[in-house]
């Protein structure tokens, strides 16, 4: 589950690199709001929606940001991701060689609804036909600030809340290995926590180390194995 939650997060990343990093900096980078719509939805497979304000330079480095960002698919036509401010600095000459390093990119108060079916399909996934390949990114710093995630779980019916979440993430690729490291509250109880994982291996299962210390007590949780 923590692997497919740094997919999603990462995900994000992938939509602004399609905002016209190279667009001369006189060019109103506003109006590429729509193309950032119609190729984020395209990669997540949902409706994306920017009802906020687009910004973005290209000196002295390329630098997006946007705010109140949507992304449909929630229950009763609600959004199932909202992002307050979702911004990001990357690297030019990467880009031009077909790379995207991204050195920094924040994500503040992110809110998203997860669904897990019974037999333990998590509903979010990267559509296979994106048209970036996961080899091609990295993220040298990605910073969670006040995120939020509701996961429903079918099989027991009921809904866990992921709270207060505030981490650092790092990836070599997308296709990982990415590691965590912060806080959060799960269902109210505070718990710091450092994540690690191995890259995804074509069948969908991925290494993945966690540590967690829950604040009310006086121990701590350790897992190495792999997810999938």
């Given amino acids: 589950m923590l692997a497919r939650l740094f ?8 939509l602004a690199r399609l905002a016209a990093l190279l667009v001369p900096p006189f060019i109103d980078w506003r109006g590429y709001r729509s193309d950032f719509e119609r190729e984020a939805s395209a990669i ?5 929606t920017v009802r ?6 290209l000196l002295p480095f390329p ?25 990001m600095d990357a690297e030019l000459a990467p880009f031009l060689s077909g790379r995207v390093l991204i050195f920094d990119m ?14 333990g399909t998590v509903d979010w996934t990267i559509r296979p036909s994106t048209p970036v390949k996961p080899e091609q990114i990295s993220i040298e710093k990605l ?13 027991g019916g009921r809904t866990h809340l992921l709270s207060q979440v505030n981490a650092t993430v790092s990836a070599k690729s997308l296709a990982g290995p990415w590691r965590v490291d912060g806080s959060l509250r799960i269902d109210g109880l505070r718990t710091q926590i450092a994540a690690a994982t191995g890259r995804a291996e074509p069948d969908g299962q991925i290494r993945l180390r966690l540590r967690a210390s829950p604040d009310a007590y006086p121990l701590v949780i350790e897992t190495d194995g792999n997810a999938g």
Wanted: net charge negative; glycine share 12%.
């Fill in 7 to 14: 997919v999603i997060f990462g995900g994000l990343f992938v």
């Fill in 44 to 48: 997540l497979g949902r409706k994306v």
């Fill in 52 to 57: 906020g304000e687009a910004t973005a330079r």
């Fill in 63 to 87: 630098s997006v940001t946007f705010n109140d960002v949507a992304v449909a698919g929630g229950p009763d036509g609600q959004p199932a991701m909202t992002v307050e401010t979702f911004s």
């Fill in 106 to 119: 924040r994500l503040v108060r992110p809110k998203a609804m997860i669904d897990v079916a019974a037999d």
């Fill in 143 to 155: 910073t969670v600030s006040e995120g939020e995630i509701a996961l429903r779980h079918a099989a």
